[in-house]
Protein backbone atom coordinates (compact mmCIF):
# COMPACT_ATOMS: atom_id res chain seq x y z
CA UNK A 1 0.00 0.00 0.00
CA UNK A 2 1.37 3.28 -0.73
CA UNK A 3 2.22 5.94 1.65
CA UNK A 4 0.83 8.99 -0.04
CA UNK A 5 -2.81 9.25 -1.40
CA UNK A 6 -2.69 10.25 -4.80
CA UNK A 7 -4.67 13.51 -6.70
CA UNK A 8 -7.39 11.11 -8.10
CA UNK A 9 -8.02 9.01 -4.64
CA UNK A 10 -8.64 12.79 -3.06
CA UNK A 11 -10.86 13.16 -5.79
CA UNK A 12 -12.64 10.24 -5.46
CA UNK A 13 -13.55 9.80 -1.85
CA UNK A 14 -14.30 13.78 -2.14
CA UNK A 15 -17.18 13.12 -4.62
CA UNK A 16 -17.86 9.63 -3.60
CA UNK A 17 -18.92 10.55 0.15
CA UNK A 18 -19.86 13.21 -0.49
CA UNK A 19 -22.53 12.21 -3.09
CA UNK A 20 -23.28 9.08 -0.13
CA UNK A 21 -24.04 11.78 2.18
CA UNK A 22 -26.34 13.89 -0.54
CA UNK A 23 -28.40 10.49 -0.73
CA UNK A 24 -28.69 9.82 2.61
CA UNK A 25 -29.38 13.90 3.13
CA UNK A 26 -32.55 13.71 0.20
CA UNK A 27 -34.23 10.39 1.78
CA UNK A 28 -34.16 11.70 5.25
CA UNK A 29 -35.67 14.60 4.10
CA UNK A 30 -38.05 12.34 1.83
CA UNK A 31 -38.93 10.65 4.69
CA UNK A 32 -39.51 13.47 6.88
CA UNK A 33 -41.76 15.07 4.46
CA UNK A 34 -44.03 12.23 4.16
CA UNK A 35 -44.33 11.78 7.98
CA UNK A 36 -45.67 15.00 8.11
CA UNK A 37 -47.88 15.10 5.31
CA UNK A 38 -49.49 11.59 5.89
CA UNK A 39 -48.35 10.92 9.69
CA UNK A 40 -48.73 14.15 11.69
CA UNK A 41 -51.05 15.99 10.05
CA UNK A 42 -54.83 15.32 9.61
CA UNK A 43 -55.03 16.27 6.09
CA UNK A 44 -58.48 14.68 6.01
CA UNK A 45 -60.05 16.60 8.82
CA UNK A 46 -58.71 20.32 7.05
CA UNK A 47 -62.06 21.87 6.08
CA UNK A 48 -62.87 25.01 4.99
CA UNK A 49 -63.33 26.05 8.17
CA UNK A 50 -60.26 25.10 9.24
CA UNK A 51 -58.57 27.28 6.94
CA UNK A 52 -60.94 30.59 7.31
CA UNK A 53 -59.95 29.61 11.11
CA UNK A 54 -56.45 29.98 10.12
CA UNK A 55 -56.66 33.10 8.32
CA UNK A 56 -58.34 34.63 10.90
CA UNK A 57 -55.72 33.81 13.66
CA UNK A 58 -52.73 35.33 10.99
CA UNK A 59 -55.05 38.32 10.36
CA UNK A 60 -55.70 38.58 14.09
CA UNK A 61 -52.12 38.52 15.12
CA UNK A 62 -53.18 36.18 17.66
CA UNK A 63 -49.68 34.56 17.81
CA UNK A 64 -48.75 37.67 18.75
CA UNK A 65 -49.07 37.16 22.77
CA UNK A 66 -50.00 33.57 22.24
CA UNK A 67 -47.46 30.18 21.58
CA UNK A 68 -49.09 27.11 19.28
CA UNK A 69 -46.77 23.70 19.66
CA UNK A 70 -44.59 26.51 21.55
CA UNK A 71 -44.52 28.61 18.63
CA UNK A 72 -45.40 32.10 19.13
CA UNK A 73 -44.84 34.55 22.17
CA UNK A 74 -44.68 33.87 25.52
CA UNK A 75 -47.26 36.38 27.29
CA UNK A 76 -50.21 34.24 26.89
CA UNK A 77 -51.44 30.79 27.22
CA UNK A 78 -50.30 28.38 24.40
CA UNK A 79 -53.23 27.45 22.35
CA UNK A 80 -52.13 24.05 21.09
CA UNK A 81 -54.26 22.05 23.17
CA UNK A 82 -57.02 24.38 24.58
CA UNK A 83 -59.47 22.71 23.12
CA UNK A 84 -58.24 19.48 25.53
CA UNK A 85 -58.10 21.84 28.12
CA UNK A 86 -61.68 23.25 28.23
CA UNK A 87 -62.81 19.34 27.37
CA UNK A 88 -64.24 20.10 24.26
CA UNK A 89 -61.43 18.34 21.24
CA UNK A 90 -64.47 16.21 20.15
CA UNK A 91 -67.27 18.59 20.91
CA UNK A 92 -67.89 21.55 17.43
CA UNK A 93 -70.66 23.15 19.06
CA UNK A 94 -69.36 22.87 22.38
CA UNK A 95 -65.70 24.62 21.43
CA UNK A 96 -67.81 27.37 19.87
CA UNK A 97 -69.78 28.06 22.65
CA UNK A 98 -66.74 27.91 24.72
CA UNK A 99 -64.74 30.21 22.71
CA UNK A 100 -67.66 32.81 21.90
CA UNK A 101 -68.12 33.26 25.57
CA UNK A 102 -64.44 33.38 26.26
CA UNK A 103 -64.18 36.24 23.56
CA UNK A 104 -67.03 38.02 24.43
CA UNK A 105 -65.87 38.09 28.08
CA UNK A 106 -62.38 39.43 27.05
CA UNK A 107 -61.00 42.38 28.18
CA UNK A 108 -61.45 40.49 31.85
CA UNK A 109 -60.44 43.13 33.69
CA UNK A 110 -59.64 40.80 36.56
CA UNK A 111 -56.53 42.49 38.66
CA UNK A 112 -53.45 40.96 38.33
CA UNK A 113 -54.31 39.10 35.42
CA UNK A 114 -52.76 39.89 32.04
CA UNK A 115 -55.01 41.09 29.68
CA UNK A 116 -56.57 39.97 26.44
CA UNK A 117 -57.98 42.42 23.58
CA UNK A 118 -61.79 42.10 22.27
CA UNK A 119 -61.90 41.15 18.99
CA UNK A 120 -65.18 41.53 17.63
CA UNK A 121 -65.65 38.62 15.47
CA UNK A 122 -69.37 37.49 14.06
CA UNK A 123 -70.70 34.03 14.77
CA UNK A 124 -69.03 32.24 11.43
CA UNK A 125 -65.49 33.59 12.21
CA UNK A 126 -65.74 32.49 16.10
CA UNK A 127 -66.67 29.14 14.88
CA UNK A 128 -63.99 29.17 12.32
CA UNK A 129 -61.11 29.64 14.66
CA UNK A 130 -62.91 26.89 17.65
CA UNK A 131 -62.58 24.97 13.79
CA UNK A 132 -58.70 25.49 13.77
CA UNK A 133 -58.15 25.31 17.32
CA UNK A 134 -59.53 21.71 17.53
CA UNK A 135 -57.80 20.85 14.42
CA UNK A 136 -54.44 22.48 15.72
CA UNK A 137 -55.00 19.85 18.99
CA UNK A 138 -56.11 16.88 16.72
CA UNK A 139 -52.14 16.57 15.10
CA UNK A 140 -50.22 14.61 16.75
CA UNK A 141 -47.90 16.78 18.35
CA UNK A 142 -45.59 13.68 19.96
CA UNK A 143 -46.76 14.44 23.56
CA UNK A 144 -46.54 18.40 23.25
CA UNK A 145 -46.92 20.45 25.27
CA UNK A 146 -46.07 17.88 27.75
CA UNK A 147 -49.09 19.42 30.20
CA UNK A 148 -52.47 20.21 29.46
CA UNK A 149 -51.95 23.38 31.24
CA UNK A 150 -49.66 24.11 27.78
C1 LIG B 1 -52.49 41.21 23.34
C2 LIG B 1 -52.29 39.80 23.61
C3 LIG B 1 -53.31 38.80 23.09
C4 LIG B 1 -53.76 38.62 21.81
C5 LIG B 1 -53.39 39.40 20.55
C6 LIG B 1 -54.65 37.49 21.86
N1 LIG B 1 -54.75 36.99 23.12
FE1 LIG B 1 -55.80 35.35 23.71
N2 LIG B 1 -55.17 35.62 25.63
C7 LIG B 1 -54.33 36.65 26.05
C8 LIG B 1 -54.15 36.52 27.48
C9 LIG B 1 -53.28 37.44 28.33
C10 LIG B 1 -54.89 35.40 27.89
C11 LIG B 1 -55.05 34.87 29.32
C12 LIG B 1 -56.10 35.72 30.01
C13 LIG B 1 -56.51 35.19 31.34
O1 LIG B 1 -56.12 34.08 31.70
O2 LIG B 1 -57.26 35.90 32.02
C14 LIG B 1 -55.50 34.87 26.71
C15 LIG B 1 -56.33 33.74 26.70
C16 LIG B 1 -56.89 33.18 25.57
C17 LIG B 1 -57.68 31.97 25.55
C18 LIG B 1 -58.01 31.10 26.75
C19 LIG B 1 -56.85 30.18 27.03
C20 LIG B 1 -57.10 29.23 28.15
O3 LIG B 1 -56.20 28.45 28.44
O4 LIG B 1 -58.18 29.23 28.76
C21 LIG B 1 -58.06 31.76 24.25
C22 LIG B 1 -58.89 30.62 23.70
C23 LIG B 1 -57.52 32.85 23.46
N3 LIG B 1 -56.81 33.68 24.29
C24 LIG B 1 -57.70 32.98 22.11
C25 LIG B 1 -57.18 34.03 21.36
C26 LIG B 1 -57.43 34.19 19.94
C27 LIG B 1 -58.26 33.26 19.09
C28 LIG B 1 -56.77 35.32 19.56
C29 LIG B 1 -56.76 35.97 18.20
C30 LIG B 1 -58.05 36.28 17.62
C31 LIG B 1 -56.11 35.86 20.75
N4 LIG B 1 -56.40 35.04 21.80
C32 LIG B 1 -55.32 36.98 20.75
C33 LIG B 1 -53.74 37.61 25.27
C34 LIG B 1 -53.94 37.77 23.91
Redesign the pocket.
Known sequence: MRDVMTKSMARNIFYGGSLFFIIIFLGLSLHSHRYIVTTSTNAETLTESVAHGKR??EK???I???TIMGEGAY???E?AN?TT??GVADDPDGAFEM?DG?MKAQP?G?EG?????R?DLNPEETRA?ADF?RWVDSIDAQGWPPNDA?
Open positions: LWHACNCHFAPLVRWLWSVRRQMPFLLG
